[in-house]
């Protein structure tokens, strides 16, 4: 009897087991390329960008035969990728779209995000300039192209184009604030995230927050020269960001006996530190203006503008407070401020719109 019961034990095993295998291989089997082209597709408009990603890729390396939708698959990992700043696996995907898929319907969008790559993230005036030319020659010129070029002289040229970096921080004051879903990144091109490191605008440095003797510091890297140096009182640096210049590093550093903060500046060229502002109440995230003579800093939940000299500060809104705030970036021209702001496991964003503050005379 016991000879029976065990041999019935061991059968059941085996059958459970063949059953597992053969669910895992009809798994295996229901994995197709058009499935994982609409979960993919799903996790995009979710806003899940890693998941999409992440399938989007798998289509690509796993099935190379499948044509159908594969000009789709690789605009769209391109643009997800160009949105979460992962600037050079976006530039290879998009030169396989303009070289592959010619005629692709969104191509001129690729070639516009092409240019903007080369000019911005990973400067290249050889292949921004052979990108232009494509562009001019397929498409007729418009604002768009003249835009990303607006952009690329105001990073390399003290050119202005706003009446907004002449005023002193005094007389700016925030006109309106609009709640937006996206914008455009073209229009906000120096972004202030917290990172531990930070690439400048022109490429050719990051500044590194990391440990030494057990104490954090900030170090700026020279990437041509592969040279790395510790930054002048940057113990306890946090939340460095780069001036549009390339030239200046702005961070925090905060004391934690006191609850103050100070708000630092770093000149590279003169090797200098120097302390702007200090105050409780401060928040992490920093953001230079365009023509690098302003920062704009969250302090005692209102958004406050202070000049590099840091002789000068004003208040220009306490509309919008200043916890959770994840992302920071002035607009080319001066006249508006992004904001964006964790909101459960959304980000919304913000834009305040900048103007010459209207004084009240009275007698």
Known sequence: MRENILIFIIFLCLVSGCNFL??????????????????????MIKGEKEIAIELYYKILEKYPDFKKYRPDVLYRLGILLFKSDRYE???????????????????????????????????????????KEIYKTKFKVGNKLDEIEKTSILLN??????????????????????????YDREFFPVQSFLDLKIFSPDRKYFVERKKENGVYFLFLTD???NKTSKIKDSENGFG?????????????????????????????????TKIIFTGKNIGDLLCFSPDNSKIAFWYSD??????????KMSMICKKIKGNNIVMMAWSREGDKILVGKKMDDNIDYYIFYLGRKEFIITK
């Open 157 to 182: 040229s003290k050119e202005i184009y706003h009446e907004i970096f002449k005023l002193d921080v005094s007389e700016i004051e925030t006109i309106k604030v609009e709640k937006v879903h996206s």
């Open 22 to 43: 053969t669910q895992s291989e009809e798994r295996e089997m229901s994995e197709t390329p058009e499935r994982l082209f609409n979960l993919a597709n799903e996790a």
């Open 89 to 131: 696996e976006a530039e290879k995907i998009f030169q396989q779209l303009i070289t592959k898929y010619k005629n692709y319907p969104k191509i001129k969008n690729v070639y516009e995000k092409l240019i903007y790559i080369y000019i911005q993230e990973l400067p290249d005036p050889a292949k921004a300039e052979k990108i």
């Open 223 to 225: 990437v041509s020269k």
């Open 302 to 311: 209102a958004l406050w503008l202070i000049n590099n000299t840091g002789k």
């Open 240 to 272: 460095q960001q780069w001036s549009w210049d390339s030239k200046s590093i702005v961070f925090t550093v905060m004391n934690w006996s006191t609850k103050e903060r100070k708000i630092k500046l770093y000149n590279i060229k003169n090797n200098n």
